[in-house]
């Protein structure tokens, strides 16, 4: 093609595209060949069948893509892959198990505490991060079971000693009505004693 044929009549240094044919993705690059006066004597042209490769970065690019939203049930498939390629993919869904699972336990545990549940725990053996993860969401479910028996102790002492202070409220209100009441009898007696006296 006349496009082709004028790229190729300017080429003076290596020229690589990405291009499909029947189907494949094809990796061309084309490098001119020239004497030692600079004259051009041809061409090389290497092609390499990328069709692989390429589906394998879009499927990488859409399990990060899906797990940076949150979704960490993607997994790459094995399947027609070999070599560097079926490591990569095996090493890949190996992580994305080991995320799902150490923050599926983690998100277990915050739903129960937020269910008023401070008895749960994570159990299971996590490693790195996902270890230091458990131990701070089981020492904050312990922590936050402390607060809440320290609360209700607390409570059931303020209940004694409001029930205290109202036996001793009830207490002083009765002698302060018997002082009242002795308080009228002396004056009573009083008045009458004046009487007397007058």
Known sequence: PEHQARMLAE???????????????????????????GERQGFVV?????????????????????AAAGDLSGRVSLEGKDGFFRGLAEQLNSLMSTAGEGLGHIQRMLRALAAGDLSSRIE?????????????????????GEIVRQIKEASVS????????????????????????????TAASMEELTSTVK
């Open 46 to 66: 290497e092609w390499a069948d990328r069709t692989l490769e390429v589906s394998v970065e879009q499927e990488i690019g859409d399990l990060v893509r899906n």
């Open 11 to 37: 080429l003076r240094t290596t020229h690589r595209a990405q291009i499909t044919v029947g189907g494949r993705i094809m990796r061309l690059i084309i490098s001119p060949i020239v004497n030692a006066q």
């Open 124 to 144: 299971a053996d996590l490693h790195g991060v996902f270890g230091e993860m458990k131990q701070d969401a089981n020492a904050t479910s312990e922590r936050l």
């Open 158 to 185: 303020i209940n004694a000693s409001s029930g205290e202070i109202v036996s001793g409220n009830d207490d002083l209100s009765r002698r302060t009505e018997q002082q009242a009441a002795n308080l009228e009898e």
